[in-house]
T-cell receptor, first 116, second 115 residues
Framework: GAGVSQTPSNKVTEKGKYVELRCDPISGHTALYWYRQSLGQGPEFLIYFQGTGAADDSGLPNDRFFAVRPEGSVSTLKIQRTERGDSAVYLC??????????????FGPGTRLTVL | AQKITQTQPGMFVQEKEAVTLDCTYD???????LFWYKQPSSGEMIFLIYQGSYDEQNATEGRYSLNFQKARKSANLVISASQLGDSAMYFCAMILTDSSYKLIFGSGTRLLVRP
C-alpha cells in the first residue's frame, strides 16, 4: 500500500513568513509523529498525535510551531514568523493502532525547509 | 536522561563483506525498544530492524541482525554480505515503551560500500 506522503518536498521561504507542511499517513495508522532533522544530525521529536489529539507536544521548540490533525488522518505542521534556524528537513511518521510503544514508525520522505 | 550514542561518524566496507555499526544507549527504564533505520541520500528513513528490551534472542531481518548486549547497553547492527546499495546513513533509535512514544535518535553513521 501507499506509504507516508509529505508535501511539499521542498519549501523555500523568507524570514518572517508563515509556512505549512502537510503529512498524509499510512491508511489506518492512528498515531502520527513529526520530527525535525538538522544537517548532519539525527531526527528530533517535535509532536505526537493519537487520533485527533496531540498526546505529546513536548518537542515543539517554541510557540511559533503548531500542528493539527483535525480528522485524525492528515496533519499540518504550521510555523509562524519563520527564522533561519528553522531550516531543516521535517519528517513525518505514522504507526498502526495499538499501545504505540513498540509499533514501528514508518517515515515519509520529508519536507526540506529553507528559510532565507 | 535517555540518550543514544553512535561513535562512528563514517565507516567503509568492501562489497560482500560484513560490517558492524555501533550503538550504545542510556536509560534507567526497564522497558524499551531499539530500532535501526537507514537513510539513503533521497532522505527517507527506512525501518530495518527492531529489538525489544525483554527479547531474549537477537533480532534478525534478512542480511541485518542486531547484536543486543543488555548488560553493556549496546545494540550494534550487523550487515552481512554488504551491497553497493547499502551505502547510506544509519541511525540507531530508542523508544521508552512505558512512558513515551517518541523515538530518540543517535547522530548516525555514514556507511560507504566499496566495489
Amino acid at each position: 500500500g501507499a506509504g507516508v506522503s509529505q508535501t511539499p518536498s521542498n519549501k523555500v521561504t523568507e524570514k518572517g513568513k508563515y509556512v505549512e507542511l502537510r503529512c498524509d499517513p499510512i491508511s489506518g495508522h492512528t498515531a502520527l509523529y513529526w520530527y525535525r532533522q538538522s544537517l548532519g544530525q539525527g531526527p528530533e521529536f517535535l509532536i505526537y498525535f493519537q487520533g485527533t489529539g496531540a498526546a505529546d507536544d513536548s518537542g515543539l521548540p517554541n510557540d511559533r510551531f503548531f500542528a493539527v490533525r483535525p480528522e485524525g488522518s492528515v496533519s499540518t505542521l504550521k510555523i509562524q514568523r519563520t527564522e533561519r534556524g528553522d531550516s531543516a528537513v521535517y519528517l513525518c511518521a505514522s504507526s498502526r493502532p495499538g499501545t504505540g510503544g513498540t509499533d514501528t514508525q514508518y517515515f515519509g520522505p520529508g519536507t526540506r525547509l529553507t528559510v532565507l | 536522561a535517555q540518550k543514544i550514542t553512535q561513535t562512528q561518524p563514517g565507516m567503509f566496507v568492501q562489497e560482500k563483506e560484513a560490517v558492524t555499526l555501533d550503538c550504545t544507549y542510556d536509560t534507567s527504564d526497564q522497558s524499551y525498544g531499539l530500532f535501526w533505520y537507514k537513510q539513503p541520500s533521497s532522505g527517507e528513513m527506512i525501518f530495518l530492524i527492531y529489538q525489544g528490551s525483554y527479547d531474549e534472542q537477537n533480532a534478525t531481518e534478512g542480511r541485518y541482525s542486531l547484536n543486543f548486549q543488555k548488560a553493556r547497553k549496546s545494540a550494534n547492527l550487523v550487515i552481512s554480505a554488504s551491497q553497493l546499495g547499502d551505502s547510506a546513513m544509519y541511525f540507531c533509535a530508542m523508544i521508552l515503551t512505558d512512558s513515551s512514544y517518541k523515538l530518540i535518535f543517535g547522530s548516525g553513521t555514514r556507511l560507504l560500500v566499496r566495489p
